[in-house]
């Protein structure tokens, strides 16, 4: 079975400082999908940024990257210029199908 | 906007009663998932739905049961609603064939009492 960790309850940062959040996975799996989500206030699950197993490049998405590393099962999630949008609650997920398994979440407050 | 829509947004029930919640799917999406988030936690798996057979299920007891229609629309049945259902229920749609990401409704909040 896949499992999904977020080791950081709660984050904050300041408007336009850099924050990076953890996530960690386990499988025994191959080939498979990682996904930051969004979910504000308003419930809406939102996509932040896709990775593919295979690929080696880390991807990126305007201010929010990630550091994938396939050996160490790690997935971190780097904003940059964080702004006071980006308040959320931040869910890393993975997949081997089309299942998603979810960790437990980060709350990241951005303050002004 | 995703273009996956959900309904009712929010509904209230009582103990034992039986709900039915409603998605539509994003246009070309043939891939329905549902998931249960309880409060303060990430969303658990329930089911999933392909071209309108149920195609892989967590961790549910069977009063959670759906449906998918011809158009990819789906729902949610609930029989014997526990306390413990009180949930935001979240739709994906994806597009299975290709391995898309999935994309998710606003959710229902269901409150069960």
């Known amino acids: 079975a896949q499992t999904v960790t977020q080791s950081q309850p709660e984050m904050s940062v300041q408007e336009a400082e850099t924050v990076t959040l953890s996530c960690t996975y386990d499988?025994?799996?191959?080939?498979?999908?990682l996904f930051w989500y969004k979910q504000p206030p308003s419930r809406q699950m939102i996509l932040v940024i896709r990775q593919e197993a295979y690929k080696q490049q880390n991807a990126t998405e305007n201010r929010f990257s990630v550091n994938f590393q396939k050996a160490a099962k790690s997935f971190s999630l780097k904003i940059s210029d964080s702004q006071l949008g980006d308040t959320a609650m931040y869910f890393c997920?993975?997949?081997?199908?089309?299942?998603?398994?979810f960790g437990e979440g980060t709350q990241l407050t951005v303050n002004p | 906007e995703t273009g996956v829509t959900q309904s009712p947004t929010h509904l209230i029930k009582t103990r034992g009663q039986q709900v039915t919640l409603r998605c539509s799917s994003q246009?070309?999406?043939?891939?329905v998932s549902w998931y249960q988030q309880a409060l303060g936690q990430g969303p658990q798996f329930i089911f999933q739905y392909y071209r309108e057979e149920e195609n892989g299920r967590g961790n549910f007891p069977p009063r959670f049961s759906g449906l998918q229609f011809p158009n990819y629309s789906s729902e949610l049945n609930v029989n014997a609603l526990e306390l413990d259902d009180s949930a935001l229920y979240l739709c994906?749609?994806?597009?299975?064939?290709?391995?898309?990401?999935?994309?998710f409704g606003q959710g229902t909040r269901l409150t069960v009492v």
């Open positions: 997920a993975f997949t081997s199908g089309s299942r998603l398994t």
């Open positions: 246009s070309g999406h043939n891939t």
């Open positions: 994906a749609s994806s597009q299975r064939d290709r391995n898309t990401e999935a994309f």
């Open positions: 499988t025994s799996e191959s080939n498979y999908y």
